[in-house]
């Protein structure tokens, strides 16, 4: 796979459910970085995890790091329909810029 | 709180033209950034600009683009001759430190006809 595939391509589930989504990536990373994007607009940076941190929570968000298997998770819990969007994770290497993944689309149903 | 813009927000042109897409990173940032998305396909990064240089580019950013601080609050991306496959929005994004999260504009969605 590339650097940064999220996992699944979509995603769809009900209002105050749970939302994960994975992401994988191929080469060493200094820090890892979650992005959402709803339908044609800008990206909006969600979450920064560096490579020596397990874990990161920031309200209903919790990112996962394992350097060993070169994945990443994004937990999204008690889900809103405000939080339908794209979700992408972005990893940064040695130099300073982003690797996209092809992204999550998931979808909130009230 | 602080953001990205970007000018303007749609362009439509004719192949061959020139166009200059604006930007106005976060006033205290130092590390400026493009990236572009082809409808539904990945955010692919372009180029990287820090103390008035490119500090990297892509593959993708060829003579056709250049990138300009032409004062000390725009950062403009030029596409001197555009092709069809131009056509995608341009993200602009900027950062205060090189390793540091980058704050995304919200785009510049550019058709070349």
């Known amino acids: 796979s590339q650097q940064g595939e999220e996992d699944p391509q979509a995603l769809s589930i009900q209002e105050g459910e749970n939302a994960t989504m994975n992401c994988s990536y191929k080469t060493s990373i200094n820090n890892l970085q979650w992005y959402r994007q709803n339908s044609g607009r800008g990206l909006v940076h969600l979450i920064l995890i560096r490579s020596n941190e397990r874990e990161k929570h920031s309200g209903r968000l919790r990112v996962t790091l394992d350097t060993s298997k070169k994945s990443s998770s994004l937990l999204i819990t008690a889900s809103r329909a405000a939080d339908t969007a794209s979700y992408f994770c972005?990893?940064?290497?040695?130099?300073?810029?982003?690797?996209f993944g092809k992204g999550t689309l998931l979808t909130v149903n009230p | 709180e602080p953001e990205v813009t970007q000018t303007p927000s749609h362009q439509v042109t004719q192949m061959g033209q020139e166009v200059i897409l604006r930007c106005v990173p976060i006033?205290?940032?130092?590390?400026f950034y493009w990236y572009r998305q082809i409808l539904g396909q990945k955010v692919e990064f372009l180029v990287s600009f820090y103390n008035n240089e490119i500090s990297e580019k892509s593959e993708i950013f060829d003579d056709q683009f250049s990138v300009e601080r032409p004062d000390g609050s725009n950062f403009t991306l030029k596409i001197r001759s555009t092709k069809l496959e131009d056509s995608a929005m341009y993200f602009c994004a900027s950062a205060k430190q090189g390793m540091q999260t980058q704050y995304f504009g919200p785009g510049t969605r550019l058709l070349v006809l």
């Open positions: 006033s205290n940032h130092l590390y």
């Open positions: 972005a990893t940064r290497g040695s130099n300073y810029k982003l690797t």
